[in-house]
């Protein structure tokens, strides 16, 4: 099973409201990732949760903060987004990341939550 | 440092005829590359892999691509497309160090099939 699955599929939301993205695997990984991806453009990372914690942050601005509660869980919390923000939010999982540098670390990814911020 | 090039951002072909997606990359050593596919309004998802085994590699739905490391080249191709195929195919190289370890993208290259 290679299924990565992200709740909702689609949010709407003021610029003043406070919502929460959810992803979840069952695949064993122990990495997991946040992208954004705007129309046409390829993903954009985010975050980076390796052993449940974050490794990567690029830098993103305060008002998205990610949660990764267990190995299974990935979540995004959403406070005070600008209408800039609306975009497809996809989660991936994949194998650890190793310290060698062969690792492939093939990334499975969910069908994406569909955000638009008015 | 690693990046990658896909050459053209859109392709159109006929159904039944071969599909033909190319990437360039550039890689301080042997890389891992991949082919990534998103239909309209869906997520990403994983049409095939190079990890330094066979130069060849075969994808789902009947995709295949070939490692040319004289040519850096990983281009995808099938050999007779069918209108499902019209989608958004992304190359896509990994860079690895320590906790820096990412997928580097191409722009993406838009396949169109005409009845």
């Known amino acids: 099973d290679t299924e990565v699955t992200q709740t909702p599929k689609h949010l709407v939301m003021g610029m003043t409201n406070k919502k929460s993205l959810k992803c979840e695997q069952h695949?064993?990984?122990?990495?997991m990732y946040w992208y954004k991806q705007k129309a046409k453009k390829p993903p954009e990372l985010m975050f980076v949760?390796?052993?449940?914690?974050?490794?990567i942050n690029e830098s993103v601005p305060s008002r998205f903060s990610p949660e990764c509660p267990n190995s299974s869980l990935l979540n995004l919390h959403l406070h005070a987004l600008q209408p800039e923000d609306s975009a497809l939010y996809l989660c991936?999982?994949?194998?650890?990341?190793?310290?060698?540098?062969?690792?492939?670390?093939?990334?499975?990814f969910g069908p994406g939550t569909r955000l638009t911020v008015l | 440092a690693q990046s990658v090039t896909q050459l053209d951002s859109h392709v159109s072909v006929s159904e039944g005829t071969p599909v033909l997606l190319r990437c360039n990359y550039s890689?301080?050593?042997?890389?891992?590359l991949f082919w990534y596919v998103q239909h309209p309004n869906k997520g990403l998802q994983l049409l095939l892999k190079y990890t330094s085994a066979a130069t060849l590699v075969k994808g789902i739905n009947g995709f295949e691509a070939e490692f040319k490391k004289s040519e850096t080249s990983f281009h995808l191709t099938k050999p007779s497309a069918h209108m499902s195929d019209a989608a958004e195919y992304f190359c896509v190289v990994f860079r690895g160090a320590g906790n820096n370890r990412k997928l580097i993208w191409g722009l993406g290259t838009s396949l169109a099939v005409n009845p």
């Open positions: 890689s301080s050593y042997s890389p891992s």
């Open positions: 991936a999982s994949s194998h650890p990341l190793a310290g060698g540098a062969t690792s492939t670390d093939t990334q499975y």
């Open positions: 949760y390796s052993y449940e914690k974050l490794s």
């Open positions: 695949m064993g990984h122990r990495a």
